[in-house]
């Protein structure tokens, strides 16, 4: 985990609501300040758009003679490409940038956030990357909040699905743009994917991330109203 400091910010523990004012929210940020999808492209994937990945992965092996269909292998070895780059790169220098200047003012207080976060590649017609599940079943971590960042507009089978409200079991998909941040309270709220059925490749990170010092339930809920209070209601376009 890597702290993120704020002059002035206090440290976690000081408040003990019940529940979080929202279980989920938007945060947008400018794409032409963070340009990721740019640097994946260009760095890693080498193609004109993420969203056509599959186009480009099948016509590569019909060129070659290769079978056509996709795969979760697939999903693996492209998100690999990803995983695989330095911490010196490009792409990790947006990212601890953007903790620092657009999560870190947007909570207001120190954070610690993952320092390399899960990449993941969503190929249009494969299974699905994630089952339903919420995450302290194996982090074990009560005050993490969800941070889950498309590279690519996703709605749908490409998207994210969460339930309503713990314990509902009432799925859908959360429409994200890029240019936006999936924000969520995954140690309690179920959530996965399902087969992508849809025209679009989805490419994306995720990571868990909290109020520094932090380490009881009330921490994380205190997260996630500080950014609800300053981000307002979910639906937020990118600005």
């Not at 889950?148 to 959360?174: H, I, K, N, Q, Y």
């Amino acid at each position: 985990m890597t702290d993120v400091l704020l002059p002035g910010g206090a440290a976690a523990g000081e408040a003990d609501p019940a529940v979080p004012d929202l279980r989920w929210l938007l945060l947008p940020y400018d794409t032409s300040a963070f340009p990721f999808a740019q640097v994946l492209r260009r760095d890693v994937f080498r193609v004109p758009r993420l969203d056509l990945l599959h186009e480009y992965v099948r016509a590569s092996r019909r060129r070659s003679g290769g079978r056509d269909r996709l795969t979760q292998q697939d999903n693996l070895v492209l998100r690999q490409l990803m995983q695989d780059l330095a911490e010196s790169s490009t792409f990790y220098r947006l990212y601890h940038a953007f903790m620092l200047q657009v999560l870190a003012p947007a909570v207001g207080l120190p954070l610690s956030y993952s320092s390399h976060p899960k990449m993941r590649v969503h190929l249009a017609g494969t299974p699905t990357v994630s089952s339903f599940h919420h995450d302290i079943v194996v982090t074990k971590r009560i005050d993490q909040v969800n941070f889950w960042m498309p590279f690519t507009d996703v709605d749908d089978s490409a998207a994210l699905w969460l339930e309503s409200d713990c314990g509902r079991g009432d799925f859908a998909p959360r429409p994200v743009r890029y240019g936006q941040v999936l924000i969520f309270d995954g140690g309690y709220l179920d959530h996965g994917t399902v087969s992508n059925r849809s025209r679009t490749t989805r490419v994306s990170l995720d990571m868990r991330f909290n109020l520094r010092r932090a380490t009881t339930r009330a921490d994380g809920i205190r997260l996630l109203n500080l950014l609800a209070a300053r981000l307002g209601s979910p639906a937020r376009e990118p600005g």
